[in-house]
């Protein structure tokens, strides 16, 4: 068996740390991906257990306030109905507000504050 040259050591040094890495960012985006549910899952449980009823409207409160400018696909719109007041049309939240306003969304261009982020983690189109 002949020996490889320096140069043939170093390319395959690259390729496996390219396979280490692509590793270290799957783990990296799976417990990013847990602590999220995890987060969900325990404002869900305490919006359903009421246990406190003043932190549970103000939480509900906050989440009517900031759900409709973070959730921008109709799709994900739907499974927060409780929190976001649909059109007839399937659309996005009805405009309760007056035709100055920024829609809730906290952005004074009418944004929804999301930027670019979402065609670089995936193509989720969620804030971080």
Known sequence: ??????????????????TL?????????????RRKVLLGALLL????????????????DWLTDELPGFLVRPEDRKLFPEFIALRS????????????????????DGSNGAGTEGA??????HRE
Do not use: V, Y
């Open 21 to 33: 890495q692509a590793r270290l960012n799957k783990q990296d985006r799976a417990r990013d991906t």
């Open 89 to 108: 049309d399937g659309g996005g939240p009805e405009k309760e507000k007056g035709a100055g306003d920024d829609g809730g969304t906290g952005e004074a």
């Open 45 to 60: 449980q305490r919006l359903e257990a009421g246990r406190d009823p003043e932190f549970t409207r103000r939480l509900s």
């Open 1 to 18: 068996m002949a020996r490889l040259t320096i140069e043939e050591r170093i390319a395959q040094l690259e390729t496996r740390k390219r």
């Open 120 to 125: 670089q983690d995936g193509g989720s189109d």
